[in-house]
C-alpha cells in the first residue's frame, strides 16, 4: 500500500551538507496505522514532506497504492496527491469560512458538483462527530474541534491515505484521546491507511499496530507496537512502559528487566521464582499498561546473593517470559 525504499535527503547550506534521512524503508499494508516517532532533530518533518514529494527527496522512492510518486512530474504530482489526506498540527483552517466550507474546500478544488459537494461535506460532518456544526466559524470551534474539521477535510477527496502530522501536539490529553479514537474510527470504517508522525511515545501506543522509531535520520527500530511492547531491549518499550521505581536495588547482587503479556502475570511469576528456586526476588521497579485490551507490563527484578541465573533466565524462556539481564 505504502512502500518507501530506502529514501535519503541530504540539505545543502553553502559548502556544508546536512543528511536529514539517511535510508528509510517501510512497508504499510492497507487499512494500518502505522507510527513515526522520533526526538526533534531525527528527520520527521523532512519525511512528511518527501513523502509527499512536497520535497524532492535526493535518493529512494515512495511508492502510494501501487503509484511511485518520486518518479512523477509536478503536474501528475498535483492529481496523485489527492491519494494522501493531510492533517497537520496547526490546523490551518480558513478563518473567513466556516467548518462546512472549508471541509468543501478541496472538493471546490476538485470541481466537484455542488449538489453532490454538500450531500459530502455533510457525511464528513457527521463522520467526525461534528453534524450540528457546519455553520461554524473556526474561532468558535475548541482545539479539538478544529482538529475534526482538518480530519475531515483531509478524507474530502476520498484518500487511501492519511498522513497524520503531529495531530494532537497542541491539544490536551483528554482531546487527545479522542482525536486518536477518531482516528482510528476512521480507519476502521473507511479503511484508509495512516501514517502518524510524532514524538510522544504515548500516541503510538495508544492509536498504532505498528511503528518505526526514527533516530537520526535513521529507523532504529521497526515492527508491531505489541512486539515493541514485549522486547524488554527496545527503546520504544522503555519509552512506551517507564518503569516506576518501587524500591531500591541496593540489596540485589543481579537485577533482571522483564516484559510480560496477556495472562502471565508479574507477582504470580515472582512467587513462582521465590518457590521454586528459594531465592530472595524483589519487584524493583514496574509498571503495568494496556494496549488495544491487552495487558504488557514491565518489572524490574533484583535476586539476592547466590540466586542460579542461568536457570532462572532460562526459567522465565520457559514461560515466554522476555528478559534482559541489567546487571
Ligand atoms: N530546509 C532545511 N535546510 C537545512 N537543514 C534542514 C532543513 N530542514 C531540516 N533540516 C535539518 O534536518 C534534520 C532533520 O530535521 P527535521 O525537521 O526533519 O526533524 P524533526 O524530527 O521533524 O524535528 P522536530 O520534531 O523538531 O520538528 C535536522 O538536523 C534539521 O536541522
Given at each position: 500500500m505504502i512502500t518507501v525504499q530506502d529514501l535519503r535527503k541530504v540539505y545543502r547550506l553553502g559548502s556544508r551538507e546536512i543528511p536529514a534521512l539517511r535510508g528509510v524503508s517501510l512497508h504499510i499494508p492497507r487499512g494500518e496505522i502505522h507510527g513515526v516517532v522520533g526526538p526533534s532533530g531525527a528527520g520527521k518533518s523532512t519525511l512528511v514532506r518527501c513523502l509527499t514529494v512536497v520535497e524532492r527527496p535526493t535518493s529512494g522512492s515512495v511508492t502510494v497504492d501501487g503509484k511511485?510518486?518520486?518518479?512523477?512530474?509536478e503536474r501528475e504530482l498535483r492529481t496523485a496527491r489527492r491519494s494522501i489526506g493531510m492533517v497537520f498540527q496547526?490546523?490551518?483552517?480558513?478563518?473567513?469560512?466556516t467548518a462546512a466550507q472549508n471541509v468543501a474546500h478541496p472538493l471546490e478544488l476538485a470541481r466537484v458538483p455542488r449538489e453532490r459537494r454538500k450531500e459530502r461535506v455533510a457525511e464528513l460532518l457527521e463522520l467526525v462527530g461534528l453534524?450540528?456544526?457546519?455553520?461554524?466559524y473556526p474561532s468558535q470551534l475548541s482545539g479539538g474541534q478544529r482538529q475534526r474539521i482538518g480530519i475531515a477535510r483531509a478524507l474530502a477527496a476520498e484518500p487511501s491515505v492519511l498522513l497524520c502530522d503531529e495531530?494532537?501536539?497542541?491539544?490536551d490529553a483528554r482531546t487527545t484521546h479522542s482525536i486518536l479514537q477518531l482516528i482510528r474510527d476512521v480507519r476502521d470504517r473507511l479503511g484508509v491507511t495512516v501514517i502518524l508522525i510524532t514524538h510522544e511515545p504515548a500516541v503510538v501506543k495508544e492509536a498504532c499496530d505498528s511503528v518505526s522509531r526514527l533516530h537520526d535520520g535513521r529507523i532504529v527500530q521497526q515492527g508491531p507496537v505489541a512486539e515493541a511492547l514485549t522486547a524488554p531491549e527496545s527503546e520504544l518499550a522503555h519509552d512506551l512502559l517507564p518503569l516506576v521505581t518501587?524500591?531500591?536495588?541496593?540489596?540485589?547482587e543481579d537485577v533482571v528487566d522483564i516484559t510480560f503479556s496477556g495472562d502471565a502475570k508479574g507477582t504470580e511469576l515472582l512467587s513462582q521464582l521465590a518457590r521454586r528456586f528459594d531465592v530472595d526476588a524483589r519487584i524493583v521497579a514496574a509498571t503495568v499498561e494496556t494496549h488495544r485490551g491487552r495487558q504488557y507490563g514491565r518489572m524490574r527484578l533484583g535476586f539476592g546473593p547466590g540466586a542460579p541465573m542461568p536457570q532462572i533466565l532460562e526459567f522465565l524462556a520457559g514461560n515466554g517470559v522476555a528478559a534482559e539481564v541489567v546487571r
Open positions: 511511485e510518486l518520486t518518479a512523477l512530474g496547526n490546523v490551518n483552517l480558513l478563518d473567513n469560512r453534524g450540528d456544526r457546519g455553520a461554524a495531530p494532537t501536539s497542541a491539544l518501587a524500591a531500591s536495588d541496593a540489596h540485589a
